[in-house]
T-cell receptor, first 113, second 113 residues
Framework: ETGVTQTPRHLVMGMTNKKSLKCEQHLGHNAMYWYKQSAKKPLELMFV???????ENNSVPSRFSPECPNSSHLFLHLHTLQPEDSALYLC????????????FGQGTRLTVV | KQEVTQIPAALSVPEGENLVLNCSFTDSAIYNLQWFRQDPGKGLTSLLLIQSSQREQTSGRLNASLDKSSGRSTLYIAASQPGDSATYLC????????????FGRGTQLTVWP
């Protein structure tokens, strides 16, 4: 247990569905991240939030919509996804500055059918 | 753009062997470097974090070195055990925000009894 909790752990959704992924951390961190891990590709950073403000969007399609209501919670809203969006979605948190490492959640395994 | 390469892609050894996993990166202007472990279908567990000003870090049977000028890091695992079987990921810090990372594809390690 790393202190970063993601729900659900597994999700199967149709291309017309709307669903949300949730991430929660109680480590006192002020930065949170969404990463995507597809088969045979390196982990890719999707979004970065610092103090609830989005500071990075790495050209992610608009069918992925992040939300950060406070420093402890991060959501990823999904709508009209494609089968190629099937992947493991990982949330991470860290201090914005300092010398400690980033902590990752267990991930949500998403399958789009 | 930073490119992170890990060699070998896969490694299968009998227990008790000392192992060396390699990581290289194209841009030496890094903030830090982290080694992670990922078990199948799971999230990432941080193993070692090396700041850009450091040359190495040690934790138990693990030792990681960093040579910024040559763009290389090495993870050394002493006296390998079957429980060490996992994918090992190298990640380079993109900036001072600690969770902004470029990842390699990983080395899949199998240690057999």
């Amino acid at each position: 247990e790393t202190g970063v909790t993601q729900t659900p752990r597994h999700l199967v959704m149709g291309m017309t569905n709307k669903k949300s992924l949730k991430c929660e951390q109680h480590l006192g961190h002020n930065a949170m991240y969404w990463y995507k891990q597809s088969a045979k590709k390196p982990l890719e950073l999707m979004f970065v939030y610092n103090f609830k403000e989005q500071t990075e969007n790495n050209s992610v399609p608009s069918r992925f919509s992040p939300e950060c209501p406070n420093s402890s919670h991060l959501f990823l809203h999904l709508h009209t996804l494609q089968p190629e969006d099937s992947a493991l979605y990982l949330c991470a948190s860290s201090q914005e500055w300092g010398t400690e490492e980033a902590f990752f959640g267990q991930g949500t395994r998403l399958t789009v059918v | 753009k930073q490119e992170v390469t890990q060699i070998p892609a896969a490694l299968s050894v009998p227990e008790g062997e000392n192992l060396v996993l390699n990581c290289s990166f194209t841009d030496s202007a890094i903030y830090n470097l982290q080694w992670f472990r990922q078990d199948p279908g799971k999230g990432l567990t941080s193993l070692l974090l090396i700041q850009s000003s450091q040359r190495e870090q040690t934790s138990g049977r693990l030792n990681a070195s960093l040579d910024k000028s040559s763009g290389r890091s090495t993870l050394y695992i002493a006296a390998s055990q079957p429980g060490d079987s996992a994918t090992y990921l190298c990640a380079v810090g993109r900036g001072s925000t600690l969770g902004r990372l470029y990842f390699g594809r990983g080395t899949q390690l199998t240690v057999w009894p």
